[in-house]
């Protein structure tokens, strides 16, 4: 058992499913907005020899010898996010945004304990309390959500809700709300309320480092950010909080939630956070903005209707409702087979369920990434506009059992429609315009 051998001799099939989806962000516009680009730099940290190492405990901590490397590594990702935050406390282990959300909640409260947070069909995430996740089953969440005029967060609500609720803590920060988050009125509101203020920052943690959001510190008690989202650097998140709350929260990440920590991630995090620091990566943050705003326009320009009627941040939602309730499902196919990448989402109020919703989420994080700029987003909108259009006269039966054949019927045709064929060449061409990883291969 040689262990120097490189992947393509090693196992062949799992060579080609990388190869598959390197060729695939190639060719594809790719608008999920919770996704992004890493840079080689970030994927280089992330397949190294730190990867071998358990390290259990925080540097010069640590239950195993020889960490100097580690440490080394770890320590320079705590000084980076402290930095670049302002935070007085970092803790760069968390596995991810989940288990980190969970984890903050473990360090602060007691089962049972009540909790406001934005509702998940209304832009909040699933670790913010919903009844599926564990957060919803182990504590009291109660939900505050966007206005139905506006669809945009009334704080004058939240704040009166605050005040009768009174709950231990106030989650502010959301998974698909396409507007500015004020984080410092949040944690105004929560002091006001007796409350643990908590930011999830995920979606828009570059945004804030750029410049180009509000940042929830330093009045915020307890800030949650994952790193691959806009900050653009490996899967996994980070806690950042005042000192007062520094020991519950390192003790509730290890040994409370977690083991070992993931070396190898958090030197990739290090590097992200070096990478975000650079004078590139506020115009970088801006220009996801510009983007998606030149996108909601282009979107609304071919008669499209938006969620909040457009964009402050790189998420736009769709609101397919003018065409049908709990279309989102036959859109996101039809754009998949233009080589257009984007996710059904509910929308607020939503009037169908969430496997059938009855919006599109997309951003522009990834596009930015490669270089994209407005005119390129123009041509985007022009091309989403183009396919829903092809989808309009398919509408989902109401009696779930013909749902199947009904999908099937749209999937063979949708792969015929020569519309669709011909945008998906034109999505390619456009794509190709833009290199990606170039040199890279797993053939
Ligand atoms: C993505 C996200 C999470 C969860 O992160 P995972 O790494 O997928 O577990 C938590 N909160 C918000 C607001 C998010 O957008």
Partial sequence: M?????????????ADAIQ????????????????????????????SVLNNRYSEGYPGKRYYGSQEFVDRAETLAIERAKKIFGAEHA??????????????????????????????????????????????????????????????????????????????????????YPREIDFKRFAKIAEEAGAISMADTSHVTGLIIGGVHISPLPETDVVMTTTHKTLRGPRGAMILCKEKFAEAIDKAVFPGMQGGPHDHENAAKAVALHEAMQPEFKEYAEQIVKNAKALAKGLIDNGLKLVSGGTDNHLILINLTPIEAGHGAFAQKALEKANITVNKNTIPFEPSSPFYPSGIRIGTPAMTTRGMKEGDMKEIAGFIAT????????????????????????????DENSTIRKVRKDVIALSRRFPLYEGVSYV
Wanted: aromatic share 8%.
């Fill in 91 to 176: 803790n760069v282990q968390c596995y991810s945004g989940s288990p980190a959300n969970m984890e903050i909640y473990f360090a602060l409260l007691k089962p049972g304990d009540k909790v406001m947070a934005m509702d998940l069909t209304h832009g909040g995430h699933l670790t913010h309390g919903s009844p599926v996740s564990a957060t919803g089953k182990t504590y009291n969440f109660v939900h505050y959500g966007v206005d139905r005029e506006t669809e945009r967060i009334d704080y004058e609500a939240v704040r009166e809700m605050a005040l009768r609720e009174k709950p231990k803590m106030i989650v502010s920060g959301a998974t698909a």
């Fill in 2 to 14: 040689k262990i120097d051998r490189r992947l393509r001799e090693v196992d062949p099939e799992i």
């Fill in 20 to 47: 598959g989806e390197l060729n695939w962000e190639r060719e594809t516009i790719h608008l999920i907005p919770s996704d992004n680009l890493a840079s080689r730099a970030v994927l280089e940290a992330l397949g």
């Fill in 387 to 414: 396919v829903i259009n092809e989808t309009k006269k398919y509408k989902l039966p109401e009696e779930k059992t013909e749902r199947n054949a009904c999908f099937s019927r749209f999937n063979k045709e949708i």
